[in-house]
């Protein structure tokens, strides 16, 4: 305490004791015998805490009184327990999210023309800007507005897409920490620092990495405040580039985004233009809830209007990026813009496709894909990732279960083939949907 108090910095205490019963109820602990349970029970350390403030000079009576005061507190609490209801069952659901962050209205990112069928608010002067550079923007404008606001993540000084680079400038050491090459250990500290008033922000360096740390992510992160009664709060967000095209190989190269909207307890936002990027990302860190951040690697580079001013996006508010009257195609992530230029080849054969981003998953805007379902009776669902157990087979599902009446044909999934992505670029590009093959669900759930 006195070296902590000095600001020599935290001393770590490993403090080695031994458990007296078994790892479960009713364990028959064959693993070891009764004399060395004995053994330990003569080193315990409580009594010999005890036994050494005695010879401190501390008075047994103050010790007693201390003994007697814990002893009543965990009889009280053990008497409370037995005593209280069951829960009721309304509230089986309850503490799963904190109240989420709702944007004021005078700074929610104007909905795009084409969800509209109006031109863009002239109010709202755009300009080019690529992914990373939106992203860079989002996380500037946090940290300059929050102080609460931090980096953690492996190698953020020179990272490898470039992304916080010039953060580590600006905000330095304090505020973009280096991390070891530890994605446990990162997530782990950030769940700390966020529960205690902190609002980190992870980067995990690919997706793939997602799985090192998955037991962070899924069984404490998620499970932190409904395990808890509500009591926690955890405002964290983790970034993460995944998706292939760069010849990464298979361990640098997935789509994970279906294998974490399975976990009750975590938002998922999947932006696809530069502008989502910011808005929704400026939105995950003010929000009181743990979100996992995707972000396509192909995506980091190219171009997209950005909004002049102050823009957030609600989560669970899908955006239409194109109109159309014949068929829905609902595409994630990276998929979005070559649905879009699908979409733009179809016209020319007279096929009028509505091409829509989620833009979260969880929320996930049923309403929004159901009114578009409505309208054109037909529904191609585009991913990059694995089809089997992928997001299309739960939009698919959803859709089936509110909107079957309006279909005119099965609906049709697109998504990566059930393999490891390949290295060589020659296997790489047959892994992620294109426009042919996009084009090609199209025509078939019309029949051409």
Known sequence: MARARAGEGPSLLECLTYRWRGHYEGDPETYRSPDEVEEWRNKCPIARLRAHLLEQGVEAGVLDEIEVQVASEVEAAVEEAQGSPFPDPETLDRDLFAPAYQPPPDLVLPPSHAATGSPPPAARPTRLLNGVAAIQEALREEMRRDERVFLMGEDLRQAVFGVTTPLFEEFGPERVRNTPISESAIVGCALGAAMTGMRPVVEIMFEDFLLVCADAILNQVAKQRYMTGGQATIPLVIRVPGGCGLSAGGQHSQS???????????????????????GLLKTAIRDPNPVLFFEHK??????????????????????VKRVGTDVTVVAILGSVPVALRAAEDLAAEGISVEVLDPRTLVPLDEETILASVRKTHRLVVVEEGP????????IAARVAERAVEYLDAPIVRVAAPNVVIPFTPALES???????????????????
């Open 256 to 278: 994970l985004e279906a294998t974490f909207i399975h976990y009750p307890g975590l938002k998922v936002a999947c932006p696809s233009t530069p502008a989502d990027m910011k």
């Open 298 to 319: 192909a995506l980091y580079y190219e171009g997209g209007e950005m909004p002049e001013g102050e823009c957030l996006i609600p989560f669970g508010v899908a955006d």
């Open 387 to 394: 089809l089997t157990g992928g997001i299309g087979a739960e």
């Open 430 to 448: 047959l892994v992620p949907p294109d426009e042919g093959k996009i084009a090609a669900a199209v025509r078939r759930v019309l029949g051409r």
